[in-house]
């Protein structure tokens, strides 16, 4: 496999785990050496692109007695390997795509083992050695008919795929307003019961309690009680088609040192995030796993989502109470942000008088998880309602205001259907600055080290 040429060195030198990505490359062209690398640019169902790598190629396909060849192209995430490829069919000019179990309309190819991806027990040969036997079951290409000479079985096929509804004929439902919640437990339940008080326009919301997190339960209660709009489920494949995905799942460990306790939540991410965003390709990702910022960073690095579409709870349950308290004592009515890292510790937070007060707030009044809940409802609802309103929330925070590394942290963001947008940055005191310095760099040397 050639991979010398400059402009997949370029796009290459961009790709989180490179020597990794470029070993699986070795080892996909040694089984399939038809599989050709290139370059392109991957449009998502937002809009937004990025410049990727591409395997093109054919697969041999055996049916009633003969061979075919399908043609199909891998576009490789810049955190492969550790995310799964997109896969799609790439017909001829002669060739029309049968719809089904495991290809849509557009040819994008939906596989178990790209639900169930886990690197390294998952690789690019093994999940083509899958298409292979999943196409000789079920063919997801057929030749073109002329007019004098259909096929009615090829006919019943295509027929098959329409939707009849009030409004006519079409290929595709209407996309509903569905909410998921990863993760049970207190701010679990209270996330699932804020977001059906606060957003009206919901249509479904699906409850999946982690077994592999430590904030478990709550589940059975809800099946018990039946309350409309809610799906309760164990399967993250639930999840599928939502327009936001909140991820309350922690699996903290009885480790003493604090970077192995929040290794086991980043281990547990790994088993859920990649799987999360593929089936949700268009979804907002609202982390409230704590810590907040650094899960936020990995969910990022884990799902091969833009940065836009991945942010933390974050500061706005603090910004809420900031404003509040102002308003209050200074008749102000006007919002106010908290920003950086998310920090119980005042005393080096840098935050001001009415903040404290906001605190005092938090510990007298409800518990911690019901606050978070409705913190993390307001914000669905911004996204949902594409409101275009202002939350601190964490995000990829490099570039603002002169912070050159790769950090996520609480900053002032417009949010709505299309996830987040930045504020320009705001000119901070000497004081401040420094504790936001300080910030950084203590979330950059944890990143440093944790095995995402």
């Not at 991957?42 to 055996?62: A, E, H, R």
């Not at 326009?201 to 430590?214: G, P």
């Not at 080096?348 to 409800?366: A, V």
């Amino acid at each position: 496999m050639d991979l010398t040429s400059e402009k997949i060195q370029r796009i290459l030198s961009k790709y989180k785990f490179r020597d990794v990505a470029v070993e699986e490359l070795e080892k996909i062209h040694r089984i399939y050496p038809g599989m050709k690398p290139s370059t392109g640019t991957y449009t998502f169902s937002d809009s937004t692109q990025k410049d990727l790598l591409k395997l093109t190629g054919t697969i041999p396909v055996q049916y009633e007695g003969r061979s075919y060849n399908f043609p199909i192209q891998l576009w490789l995430l810049d955190s492969f390997p550790f995310t799964p490829p997109i896969c799609h069919l790439k017909p001829t000019s002669n060739m029309v795509i049968r719809e089904g179990k495991h290809v849509d309309a557009r040819g994008r190819i939906h596989l178990p083992g790209l639900h169930n991806w886990d690197y390294p027990k998952s690789s690019v040969v093994g999940l083509l050695n899958e298409m292979v036997t999943k196409f000789q079951e079920d063919p997801p290409l057929s030749s073109k008919t002329t007019p004098d000479n259909k096929d009615p079985h090829e006919l019943l096929a295509f027929v098959s795929n329409f939707r009849i509804s009030d409004g006519g004929i079409g290929h595709h439902d209407q996309p509903i307003n569905k909410v998921s919640v990863i993760g049970g437990g207190d701010l679990g339940m209270a996330s699932v019961m804020s977001i059906l008080s606060k957003v009206i326009t919901l249509d479904k919301l699906v409850f999946i309690d982690v077994a592999e997190s430590s904030t478990k339960g709550g589940s059975t209660d809800l099946e018990i009680f039946s309350l409309p709009k809610v799906e309760v489920s164990r399967d993250i494949s639930a999840s599928a088609g939502s327009r936001v995905v909140v991820v309350t799942a922690n699996a903290w460990s009885s480790e003493q040192s604090y970077v192995t306790v929040v290794q086991t939540n980043v281990d547990l991410y790994r088993g859920i995030i990649p799987n999360l965003a593929r089936l949700s390709p268009s979804a907002v990702m609202l982390i409230a796993s704590q810590p907040v910022d650094i899960m936020t960073h990995v969910a990022w690095r884990q799902s091969g989502l833009p940065p836009t579409h991945v942010i933390g709870a974050g500061c706005n349950l603090d910004s809420e109470r900031l404003s509040h308290v102002m308003d209050i004592n200074l008749n102000t009515h006007k919002p106010a942000w908290v920003i950086g890292e998310l920090s119980d510790n005042k005393s080096e937070s840098g935050r001001n008088d009415y903040l404290h007060i906001s605190f005092e707030i938090m510990k007298n009044r409800g518990q911690r998880s019901w606050s978070v809940g409705l913190s993390i409802a307001d914000i669905t609802n911004s996204v949902l309602t594409d409101k275009k309103v202002v939350h601190s929330v964490s995000t990829l925070a490099q570039g603002w205001g002169g912070i050159a590394v790769e950090v996520f942290l609480s900053l002032p963001c417009i949010m709505g259907v299309n996830g987040s947008t930045r504020l320009a940055g705001v000119s901070l005191g000497q004081q401040e600055d420094s504790k936001l310095r300080n910030s950084v760099t203590s979330l950059s040397s944890l990143m440093a080290q944790l095995r995402i």
